[in-house]
């Protein structure tokens, strides 16, 4: 599969067609970086309040931190109203080294559909004008949404939703094949995806069901979106977005990492993360990332219950390499005994 023309959002020209997802609690500067040195074209951070950046919030303020090593990065905002919205853009675009702003329209949860943000814009292709577009004259930098395929199966607008956004401006589109109801269950409607995408002539991305180097080949071929994002999948797994490149660019399906690379990313990704957040928070958050990076590999259940109750960082340190000693010693006993 080849692309004639590079992929471009606004003017940032990206190296390639995969992206990483915006991931809330997730996707913070250590686990991003992680992730673009596998070679993602584009990580999305996760996404911020707009009235905690207004407020000058400094949890909020914190999670704009961006390694210049990560770029090009689309720095992810949400809110249900035009002036804070606006506001929130506006400090992003003079004040960090974002590359594109994103506006959330597809965050299901409740709390943030309350606030009038996320998919409840979903049922009104007119807010998703007026908003995109105000925001979009008030920034220099390009702005794309990320919204679902509509809020439940009766309320499906995903056309009409994605036309209103591009009418107002915005740089590129990406869109989850799933409806708010659907949460994170069920079935990715790519069907959805393959309309919008012959209806709309700016650069389009599809998320959604790509769990392998294949489903992202499908995906392109059967709704022709111009590019992939990968979420859930490349948790505890950022070969996914390595293999995923590589395949779509050269066909070659590169093999799964060893036991050993898994724990040596995984600790990388620990120090990165400490450096981030300091050692206490580190260590709590990373023993969801660890259980992520242990996932598949045989024997894992001991080391995941003794890494959730490891508090200090030499305490989670020494349950990773002893876990790559003794599961590395049962791969080889694996082998011997074929």
């Not at 049922?123 to 439940?152: H, Q």
Request: with cysteine.
């Amino acid at each position: 599969m080849t692309f004639e023309q590079p992929f471009q959002i606004g003017d940032i020209v990206l190296d390639n067609r995969v992206v990483l997802a915006p991931m809330a609690g997730v996707c913070n500067s250590a686990f991003r970086l992680t992730v673009k040195e596998f070679g993602a074209g584009l990580v999305y951070a996760e996404m911020i309040s707009d009235k905690g950046l207004i407020q000058r919030n400094q949890k909020t303020l914190d999670l704009l931190y961006i390694d210049e090593r990560e770029n090009p990065l689309s720095l992810q905002i949400f809110g249900g109203d035009k002036e804070t919205l606006v506001e929130a853009a506006k400090y992003v675009d003079k004040n960090t080294n974002a590359d594109i702003i994103d506006i959330n329209m597809g965050c299901p949860v409740n709390k943030i559909i309350k606030c009038e943000a996320g998919a409840k814009w979903l049922l009104d292709p007119n807010k998703i004008y007026e908003m995109v577009s105000a925001v979009v004259d008030a920034v220099d930098k390009p702005v794309s949404v990320k919204m679902r395929i509509g809020w439940d199966e009766e309320h499906i607008f995903a056309v009409e939703n994605a036309q209103a956004a591009e009418r107002a401006g915005a740089a590129a589109i990406a869109m989850h094949g799933r409806t708010r109801v659907q949460m994170y269950e069920g079935k990715a409607n790519w069907g959805v995806l393959k309309e919008v995408k012959k209806n709309i002539s700016i650069p389009f991305i599809g998320n959604g069901d790509v769990e392998t180097p294949q489903d992202a080949k499908r995906m392109i071929e059967e709704t022709g979106v111009d590019a992939v994002m990968i979420g859930r999948a490349a948790l505890g797994n950022p070969w996914m977005i390595y293999r995923t490149v590589q395949y779509l660019e050269t066909g070659e399906l590169k093999r799964e990492p060893s036991v050993r690379e898994k724990m040596d990313v995984c600790l990388l990704h620990f120090e990165r993360l400490m450096q981030l957040k300091g050692e206490s928070v580190a260590v709590r958050e990373m023993r969801k990332h660890a259980s992520w990076y242990l996932k598949g590999i045989r024997g894992n259940g001991i080391v995941r219950n003794a890494i959730n109750q490891a508090e200090t960082a030499s305490e989670l340190r020494a349950l990773l390499n002893n876990v790559t000693e003794q599961l590395e010693d049962r791969e080889h006993s694996q082998v011997e005994a074929i």
